[in-house]
């Protein structure tokens, strides 16, 4: 397996980071990886690996204000930005996989992007998405007053940002993942009042959209997770029927990093063989 760092501009002139991992020259199937919020491409190195034992290449974005990818941390200025950066993605790994079916897999806040940006995406140009604990609400909702406080800070200062408030502790039941993901530098919990204000609207603009998706998307939460709302995917992935479900017991946030991984990797292999 070969891995290769590159990088592109986007619109607005910054360079976003791809980690790249090729299994074999001409595969049938390639992933587009993006993180959640203070997250970064190297911490799915496992996964790329674990689909590269499968002949699968896979592509992991750092956004932008992320890891080693330039952007004020935590902040976006709108989704169409947001989404205009994976359209550049996708663009970049299809020139170098001319015939590879795309398919996009997003975590958590990645996952609300990759939902939003399939809805927008009237192209032929990805098969499927597969989407992991995503963030379309959260697990326990800021006070009113805090909601209101941001909206108008989204507004005046749309790129003042405050920590996030995640507990580590509760990414995963494994005390190493939660360890290192403490120690991990590249890792953040600064979020602007703008992004927030955008991946919520987004989160909403999913759920009052899902009859209008047309790929066939993997679904997958872990039952345990206290960030963002398993009930949330639930309820979206009964409401069309391109989409499939799978809840894992016990697990927290990061289901790829938690006891079920290797289940949850199993899952999207089986489900990626007949997309």
Do not use: C
Not at 33 to 43: L, T
Not at 77 to 102: G, P, T
Not at 116 to 141: M, R
Not at 247 to 274: M, P, R, S
Request: aromatic fraction near 8%; hydrophobic fraction near 40%.
């Amino acid at each position: 397996m070969q891995s290769e760092v590159t990088s592109f501009k986007t619109s607005d002139n910054l360079n976003l980071e791809i980690l790249s991992f090729s299994a074999i020259e001409n595969p049938e199937k390639v992933l587009l990886i993006i993180h959640g919020h203070g997250d970064y491409a190297g911490r799915y190195v496992h996964v790329a690996e674990h689909f590269a034992t499968k002949n699968i290449n896979s592509a992991i974005l750092t956004l932008r204000g992320h890891g080693n990818s330039e952007g004020k941390r935590g902040h976006a200025s709108s989704m169409e930005q947001l989404l205009l950066d994976v359209e550049y993605f996708v663009r970049k790994v299809r020139r170098n996989n001319i015939d590879a079916k795309l398919y996009l897999y997003g975590h958590s806040m990645g996952g609300n992007i990759v939902l939003n940006y399939l809805l927008k995406d009237q192209s032929n140009e990805i098969e499927g998405a597969i989407i992991t604990s995503p963030w379309i609400k959260l697990v326990f909702q800021p006070a009113k007053w805090k909601v209101m406080a941001g909206n108008i800070m989204a507004d005046i200062i749309p790129s003042f940002s405050e920590s996030s408030g995640l507990d580590a502790s509760e990414i995963s039941t494994l005390p190493d993942e939660v360890k290192k993901y403490k120690e991990d530098q590249l890792i953040h919990d600064k979020i602007s009042a703008r992004l927030f204000k955008v991946i919520t609207k987004g989160g909403e603009t999913i759920l009052s959209r899902s009859e209008k998706f047309h790929h066939p998307v993997f679904i997958a939460h872990g039952l345990a997770d206290k960030i963002t709302d398993a009930f949330a995917s639930k309820k979206l992935a009964d409401s069309n029927s391109l989409f499939s479900w799978h809840g894992y017991e016990g697990n927290k946030h990061e289901i790829q990093n938690d006891v079920a991984k290797e289940q949850l990797l199993q899952d999207i292999e089986e489900w990626l063989k007949d997309k």
